[in-house]
């Protein structure tokens, strides 16, 4: 089992950003390679959202991707 790779993204909501743990880097990989959607959470507001594409590309790079 691999460990959860942490990422931050803005919650839309309350404009703060949150620390994200729900993936490992092999599903980011996955998800960001298939153009899938990529799903975060804000524990304080308890909504979720989708990531922004500069929040995307963001990720791609601190993956190397």
Not at 2 to 18: D, G, L, M, V
Not at 21 to 49: F, H, K, N
Request: hydrophobic share 40%; net charge negative; aromatic share 6%.
């Amino acid at each position: 089992m691999s460990a959860a790779t942490p990422f931050a993204a803005e919650c839309p909501h309350c404009n703060q950003e949150r620390l994200q743990t729900a993936y490992t880097s092999e599903e980011l990989v996955q998800l960001l390679r298939s153009g899938a959607e990529i799903e975060a959470y804000c524990m304080s507001c308890d909504r979720p959202w989708l990531i922004s594409v500069e929040e995307r590309a963001d990720l791609a790079r601190a993956l190397g991707r």
